[in-house]
């Protein structure tokens, strides 16, 4: 192992040379108390930054035990010192100069949810900072000094003020895995007191504009108040006790004005299957991890999917037992959406019906007139929701904001006027009709749906011999020849996410074999990062890349959105 000497004189020596001689770097350096490993040295200045991990002993970090000795905790810390490396960073680093990425550090960018990321790994041997470094250029040629003062000088510092624990302000490292824990810990309560999601008291809900997640500010931002109704308390594990509402099992429809805050309260609830940092004013809007948003998506790929109990008998004679497009409409997009979202596992759906397909949602009974129930082979899901839960178990929250047909199968009603919520279900249950429809809305239909294995025909899923890994463009994946598009996903919150699916799915390539179903595929993949961590969807060694940790929802749907996606015969 080389030290920082040997590091400061191969720079000088390589000071104004092209820019591949930087390539001599690679290996690893002894910093004092730390290491320095830089694991992939980039090959262009405006080529991806050089990847290097900062490493430190247990006894050097000095991380308190208390906060680590379990897999939340070690998450919560994680996460800390990723965000205090940004910050020191932001702080230390002079702004960029040079040609392309140079003078870059990049830690990752985590926005407002704590979430298991490559970017920190704390084991029991080391303390392990993964980041980017945009080794520096003029031009084509080396920086040498430059570059001897980024790496021997500003990383150390960089290291020693956000990871190393005597440096930090441990009263808020403790306050930030306290939070965290606490609030895993009331998720994991929400289904034993048969609730879908609990809306704390106090929550900020509004964001500052639609491009933004940061919490409103000022008089707008009311805070959330339970209606009284719903009120549900929790005695959480630090003896902090909170209170808010609590959203039962079942159908909870969420009515209102334009802009008075219903889809606000609904996407509040989608991001509250994770959680979020103190100040962020959803950090009491906490949802079952297993809840799936649901909406129409035009154009999407469909292979195989039994969407028969809302969909049968099509002009065309296509089966819908087992539908296949590469160009779903409104409706047969809806349906495929649940009908996945229910065999990946969802418990809860979230749907708003500004982003629905109307023929989907509702028939009106002039409708239902006009066009007999034989001739209309869609049976909305006015018709289905209530047998889901019955039947299925799963449970609806739904914004409705122009019909008012599904209160015939409410649970519960709930009114959101300037974003003050009130329970209104006995108010919305005196407006139902006594007279029975020609197609009754009140759920009596049976929900005769049997989860049928889908098993990915492995020539499916393979890449030429000369095709790269998966590739991730914005909010698209290029895989096995083809472009996925995951931009309708509304809780991939990070685009690290989409790299982890992207390379997950290269992982599932592997492991196809013409005898497991997708659902098993994804199962797969979960229980190998449990084992080995969220590295091994990675390609590479050493630094992983900045990986954030999908849930197997979101992997599920990736794969089934693949157009060259084929099933294996019976």
């Avoid at 129409?296 to 028969?308: H, K, P, Q, W, Y």
């Avoid at 099509?314 to 160009?327: A, C, E, K, V």
């Avoid at 060694?541 to 693949?562: C, F, K």
Wanted: hydrophobic share 40%; charged share 20%.
């Amino acid at each position: 192992m080389r030290d920082r000497t040997a590091l400061e004189r191969t720079l000088a020596q390589i000071d104004g040379r092209g820019y591949a001689s930087y390539k001599q770097l690679a290996g690893t350096y002894q910093f004092g108390t730390f290491r320095l490993a830089i694991d992939q040295v980039q090959v262009d200045p405006y080529a991806p930054p050089s990847r290097m991990r900062i490493i430190l002993g247990p006894q050097t970090a000095g991380l308190p035990a208390d906060l680590t000795n379990d897999a939340i905790g070690r998450r919560a810390v994680a996460d800390f010192l990723t965000r205090q490396f940004l910050d020191v960073a932001h702080r230390l680093l002079p702004e960029p100069s040079g040609t392309g990425n140079s003078g870059l550090v990049s830690i990752g960018h985590p926005g407002q949810e704590v979430l298991e990321r490559t970017s920190v790994v704390i084991a029991p041997d080391r303390i392990e900072a993964r980041i980017d470094v945009g080794l520096p250029a003029s031009g084509r040629r080396v920086r040498g000094r430059e570059a001897s003062k980024l790496l021997g000088s500003l990383l150390p510092r960089i290291a020693n003020a956000s990871l190393v624990c005597a440096n930090l302000n441990e009263r808020v490292l403790r306050e930030h895995v306290i939070l965290h824990r606490d609030q895993e810990w009331l998720r994991s309560q929400l289904a034993g007191q048969n609730l879908v999601a609990f809306v704390g008291d106090g929550a900020i809900l509004p964001r500052r504009s639609g491009d933004s997640d940061l919490p409103l500010s000022g008089t707008d931002a009311i805070p959330f108040t339970s209606p009284d109704s719903m009120q549900v308390e929790f005695q959480l594990p630090s003896g902090q006790t909170v209170t808010g509402m609590g959203v039962p099992e079942g159908v909870t429809v969420i009515v209102g004005g334009g802009y008075h805050g219903k889809s606000t309260l609904l996407h509040a609830i989608e991001r509250g299957v994770y959680p979020h940092i103190a100040g962020d004013g959803r950090e009491w809007v906490i949802t079952r991890a297993d809840a799936v948003s649901i909406r129409a998506e035009d154009g999407r790929a469909v292979t195989g999917v039994d969407i028969s109990p809302f969909i049968t008998n099509l002009p065309s004679g296509i089966d819908t037992r087992s539908f296949s497009t590469s160009n779903a409409s409104g409706s047969t997009s809806q349906a495929t959406n649940l009908v996945e979202a229910i065999d990946a596992g969802a418990s809860a759906l979230l749907i708003d019906e500004d982003t629905s397909a109307t023929n989907f949602m509702i028939r009106d009974e002039r409708m239902r007139a006009l066009i007999p129930a034989s001739r209309e082979p869609i049976t909305p899901f006015v018709a289905r929701v209530r047998p889901l839960f019955t039947e299925l178990g799963v449970s609806t929250i739904l914004v409705a904001g122009g019909s008012g047909a599904f209160f015939d199968v409410a649970d519960q009603v709930i009114a959101l006027d300037h974003y003050i919520a009130r329970n209104v279900t006995k108010e919305a249950r005196k407006l139902i009709s006594d007279h029975q429809d020609a197609e009754p809305n009140d759920g009596s239909r049976a929900f005769t749906y049997e989860r049928t294995a889908r098993v990915p025909d492995p020539s499916s899923l393979t890449r030429s011999r000369n095709q790269r890994p998966a590739k991730v463009r914005g909010a698209t994946i290029q895989f096995a020849g083809e472009t996925i598009d995951l931009s309708a996903m509304a809780q991939l919150v990070d685009p690290a996410q989409t790299q982890a699916i992207a390379w997950a799915l290269d992982r599932i390539a592997g492991l196809a074999d013409g005898q497991n179903s997708i659902e098993e595929l994804v199962l797969a993949v979960q229980e190998r990062v449990d084992a080995e961590s969220l590295d091994w969807v990675s390609p590479f060694n050493g630094h992983p890349g900045h990986l954030t940790r999908p849930r197997q929802h979101e992997l599920h749907a990736a794969l089934s959105r693949l157009r060259g996606l084929h099933l294996a015969g019976p």
